[in-house]
């Protein structure tokens, strides 16, 4: 305690304008920390490490069943998993706080190099170094051409290559040319990470401004998208209220699927005539339908609104004649996990005709069971031995009783309420296999008779105001990208003298040739690989007619083979 | 025509496992390489900074002089490769007969490929076997090349061991019948998502096994480093087969080299599995767990590429972060294929 104590009295007393100054510097080291490249690096590896479990828990935006039976069979991680976020990772506060310190960075990274950048598109290209021979690349040439007439041979023939080119002369009539190319390298590198923050923005657009919607919807029968209550699930973006969405209609006539000789499916599609643009619901140009055939990866495109093909299944129908002689039809989607579209549900009929309020309860029907498209029996168990509907088959449990609608619980619609059977208010009258046409009477004299089939597919309508912009920035992210990784920042300086003006430092080869001696260096900014071949190009500008072939070996032997192999393999 | 390729496939298993074999044979066989000047250079220089505690600027040209060493440190060797009079000769011989091996596995399982495709009347990558077969196939392609340019034949043993780890599981565990694929599948995307993801993965590959390599190189140089004093320590070092691994400038140079061409690949393969994304699920993107680890690791390939690029994290940090991409890659290969239930789990793992 009075360690602390004392180490405060040892701190100096802060003058007013000396703590204006050093929150400033606060402020400063702070953001120099966030835009530093270890910063940026931490921050990456954080989003990395903090997406895992978005892969690894279940997600409650991708499947809810499963993060609630994760959560019930954990039920002490589990809630506070949930609780921290675990289950919905990229909706997360914290995955949010990752990502913007990123982009706060990225963009505290980029606007200096955009300044910097700027800067060096307006600057000449750097002085001759004194001595090119420390250069990574480095040659000597003796000429016999007048250095002042190399010199700007060389300084032409640089820029008819598109090369930077400044010619400065040193005493002693010395001439020097510098030379830089590559700048696109940097413009790659910039546009890459633009891309990347117009990719968030984006990505918001379409979280902000976007919605999907499915629904499950019977061939034969028509759906219109006016407002979210048209769907069985309807996911807004933050900002959609279901008010302004560009209503569609769509008529589903047929649907078709194609199986392998061994069940594999092969193509599903649907027959559908679609209407977009006028309000179905003010009824304009209702006669106008366009015809559509909806299939996998083949979706529905009008103007923003998307509509897929998800799924499909069965829906049984049966005819029930009641005690009292009346009739009534009914059927309910089938669902099925498996590949011979073997099928679970229920069909329930909670309004007897001819039951009063009283014994409604007692009187309600319930067939649970299985539809099999191709039925095949093992014994009493009925199975499918194909998807398609060549000999469909029904596999019920019949009850009578109360649904428990009531109850208040909510009820899936394919099963029923397993706690009305174990409390008895819902009994079980029998169990039987029915196939088309066949009819089983019940204890009261009704009689149910399994009439058919139809057909259901599961549609989802898209809309994404922000992913043609996505895509776009997609596409330049990728061209920066690969500009960046391929181009790359250069340099070459030629010193042109006189063989007599070179001091003692001349390495021997000036004696040798003309009275012109040029030297050459060069230096690639961030990788050597594949500037050797490209050098030696250059080095030979020096002679009128470039290198002679014979000379190659007179090359500087750093611009080795393995370099000239290299080249190719960035490409 | 789907027998023959399965044949066809056991026999490109075989010859990996034999190249791999050769392979480790000439590795075991070759002669110790030294760390070169620049390595310890800089490990001294930095001894020099860590036990003194004062810093001592590198003079100003000295990176420039660095790179100029370590490119020629590289010509070095491979002349050494060429004199053969140190080392005793079945090594050689051992790795030759492994190159020409691997050759020998790629083009038969090339036809396996081929064939497998004809017998399905489709793109034969379909399911996880076709996947790994053909990523077998890509990952040796690569790796001939990188031969081809770098002549570092010591590599080849590591580079081995995945591939006939993969040829394996792909053989055994992975393998299933020929046959057509669900609608969802039917795509022209498939083409261009596929082919591209599994050749920047078997690329990626290659880069990954050189970064290891680099790991294992550079622990063993440090530590050649410490020994440097006591002979014994050093030529007890100097024994062990770390010491032939490729320097570490090689190492670094093969690492890098792939992943720069592998990363726009995958980038690309990325974009346009969120193209078949929207045309097949409705939405481009949709952080399904395959696509949540493919941006993992996309995130960590971006990271190697920037930590190549920053003090502090150059050499080993990078290496490992190229590895840990790599190993993204496999765990959402085999793990996101085979455990976790996404939109892509339609692997059909036999």
Known sequence: MTTVTDDLDRVPPVT?????????????????????????LILLFLLALASMPGALLPQWSLNQTRTREYIEANPTWGPIANALGLFEVFASPWYAAIYLSLFLSLVGCLLPRCWDFAKQLRAEPVRTPRNLARMPLHTVHPVDDEPQVVADRVETALRRKHWRVVRRTEPGGVHTVSAEKGYLREVGNLVFHFSLLGLLVAVAIGKLFGYEGSVITRVGAEFCSTNPSQYDNFRPGLTVDGTDMQPFCVDLKTFDAKYSDSGQ????????????????????????????????????????????????????????????????????????NDPTLLSSGAIKITDPPGASLQDLTQRQLALRGLFAPTAFLHGEIMTSSYPAATKPGLAVAIYRGDLGLETGRSQSIYSIDENQVSTGKLKELERVNLYIGDTTTLDDGTKITFTGYRQWVSLQTSYDPGQTAALVFAITLLGGLMVSLTIKRRRVWFRVQTSSTVGSSSDGQSSSGGGTRVEVGGLARTDQAGYGSEFSGIAALVYPQGLPVAQDDDLHPQSSSSEHDDDGEER | MAGFS?????????????????????????????????????????????????????????????RHIDERDIDDELDDDLDEGPRTQWGPLFGRAAVVLTVIAALVNAASVVTRGIAAGRLPLGNMYEFTSFLCLAATTCWLVVLAKSKERALGFFVMIPVAILAFVAGTVLWIQAGPVQPSLNSYWKWIHVTTVSASGSVL???????????????????????????????????????????????????????????????????????????????????????????????????????????????????????????????????????????HSYAGVG
């Not at chain 2, 860590?50 to 600027?57: K, L, M, R, T, W």
């Open chain 2, 205 to 343: 590959l290659v880069s990954g096994a050189a970064s290891a390599m680099y790991l294992l190189r550079h622990r063993f140089d440090s530590k050649l480093l410490v020994a440097r004093t006591d002979a014994t320590a050093t030529a007890r070092l100097q024994a062990s087969s770390l010491s032939r691994l490729p320097s570490l400038a090689a190492l670094d140079k093969i690492a890098y080299r792939t992943a720069i061409v592998a990363f726009p690949v995958y980038t690309f393969a990325v974009i346009a599995g969120a193209l078949w994304a929207e045309v097949a699920w409705g939405r481009y993107w949709g952080w399904d767990p395959k696509e949540t680890v493919a941006f993992v690791s996309w995130v960590f390939y971006a990271g190697y590429l920037h930590a190549r690029a920053t003090s502090g994290w150059r050499g080993a940090r990078a290496a490992w972060i190229n590895v840990v991409g790599f190993a993204a890659i496999v765990f959402n290969l085999f793990f996101v294929n085979m455990v976790i239930t996404g939109l």
């Open chain 1, 16 to 40: 007013p304008p000396g703590r204006g100054r050093s929150v400033l510097q606060f402020l400063r080291n702070t953001w120099r920390g966030l835009t530093s490249m270890r910063t940026a």
């Open chain 1, 265 to 336: 499916p092969l193509d599903y599609s649907v027959g559908l005539s679609y209407q977009f643009g006028s309000d179905p619901a003010t009824g304009v140009n209702t006669d106008h339908f366009d015809p559509y055939l909806l299939r996998v990866n083949e979706p529905l495109r009008m103007n923003g609104e998307r509509l897929y093909l998800l799924g499909h299944g069965y829906a049984p129908e049966v005819q029930i004649t009641f005690p009292d002689g009346q009739t009534r039809t009914a059927s309910a989607n089938f669902i099925s």
């Open chain 2, 6 to 66: 399965d044949l066809a496939f056991q026999a490109a298993m075989a010859a990996y496992v034999v190249a791999l074999i050769c392979y480790g044979i000439e590795f075991a066989a070759r002669r110790a390489m030294d760390p070169t000047q620049l390595e310890v250079a800089s490990r001294e220089h930095r001894l020099v900074r860590a036990g003194a505690g004062a810093s001592e600027p590198l003079p100003a040209d000295r990176p420039l002089h660095g």
